[in-house]
DNA sequence: CTTACCATGTAAACCGTTACATGATTCT
DNA sequence: AGAATCATGTAACGGTTTACATGGTAAG
């Protein structure tokens, strides 16, 4: 991400900023990490570094990429997809809910993950109204650049619109299967074949 | 993970199988993490063990649940739902590959992607088919455990779907924006406004 | 006899988070 | 005078991966 950020030449304060402003929706990163981070590439080769005292405050260690690190920026975007191994604790939590014997934990579990989705959708849904009406400080979606990084806004957008339809549609079953249970009609009395129901 | 498996009591290395086959497309884990967590956990007194002999190989060391550990289960299952922070490398990937100036790399970089989220949704089609299908080994659907596990099966799928489609539509406007540079019509001359289109 | 599977671990390295530490400048 | 912002870091802890280490049993 660093190497990314750096085709400017930035202090690690400034990359923090720029960080949480673009990056960290799909890779967050503390300064106590950038810090460390930054040594540890001008140790390797891939940055060199200038000390500029700043208009406002202590000096400033300002990093830019050396051929190596353009090099090795470039290397990983012809890299394969790093699909990799993404890790989702919700989903984990929701896997092994019927241990909580309770549909309402269920109910209210899903009701408070899809609020927190559509805030994150919404918070994209301002951003990208804010770049397609031609705010400045937002690359032209027409320009290279301005195309992958719209695109990858629009990942995010998509990703959390599934997600929410996946919520709504186990809501949608948590209630089918309460009717079922509570006002029994042809749903409730179907017979099952050998203890398992066929949808 | 651990504590939600071993509602059937197991040891570290059945524990593996049961990730392999569930968790681990959610959750991966290996051994050499398994092993050093339910010691502690067992230190930790979420679990005891006892040792038994199999009927083939060595001993094992099978695990189950304390008290604290079923109430360790629960207060996770009743949290809120855990978002955190997710990391998608493959979407930095794409973000920065302006910087390789390229568009082929791009839409190489895509197909490619989209390639293995295929192959992933397939393997998740499959189970669904097998699941749906009545064989044995996967639970009911209609049972709150067959539910919860059901869903979060369909949560991979829609996850999947929805990252295809966005491939999709990055592809289509790569193909848009070529057309529009190497055969210009009507939208390869369209004026700019201030350097930046509107769409 | 060799391969695969059963079964349990340890060690080293890296990644990431939280908390801690320091000090200057600017705005209210 | 106090808060926010500029600016740079270190330390401790926990999670994860890769590689290493060991040895038994069963099937081809």
Redesign the interface.
């Known amino acids: ?1 660093l190497l ?1 950020l750096l ?1 400017v030449p930035a202090s690690g304060y400034d990359l923090k900023k720029h960080f949480d402003c ?2 960290r929706f ?3 990163a503390e300064l106590s990490q950038v810090y460390p981070t930054l040594q540890r590439m001008e140790r390797d080769g891939l940055l060199k570094s200038q000390l500029k005292s700043s208009s406002k405050g202590p000096k400033r260690r300002v990093y830019s990429l050396t051929k190596e690190g353009r090099d090795a ?2 290397a ?26 309770d ?1 309402h ?2 109910t209210r ?1 899903i009701t ?2 899809r609020g ?2 559509v805030r994150r959708l919404e918070t994209y849904e301002q951003i990208e109204r804010e770049w ?1 009406g ?1 705010e400045e400080s937002y690359p ?6 301005g ?3 719209y ?2 806004l ?3 957008l ?2 959390m ?3 929410i ?2 919520c709504n ?2 809501l949608r ?1 948590l209630a089918r ?1 309460h009717k079922g249970r509570t006002r029994p009609g042809k749903r409730g009395t179907q017979k ?1 074949i ?6």
């Not at 032209?140 to 650049?145: E, L, M, Q, V």
């Not at 050998?194 to 949808?199: D, E, S």
């Open positions: 991400m990314g085709q673009t990056v799909f890779w967050p920026l470039l990983w975007l012809r890299n394969d997809p790093a699909l990799g191994d993404q890790r989702y604790e919700f989903i984990a939590q929701f896997f092994f809910m019927d241990a909580a014997d549909e934990v269920t579990y408070r993950l927190e989705l397609l031609g032209d979606p027409d320009s290279s650049r195309f992958h990084r695109m990858a629009r990942s995010g998509l990703h619109a599934a997600r339809g996946w549609d186990v079953r299967r099952r050998a203890g398992r129901r066929k949808i």
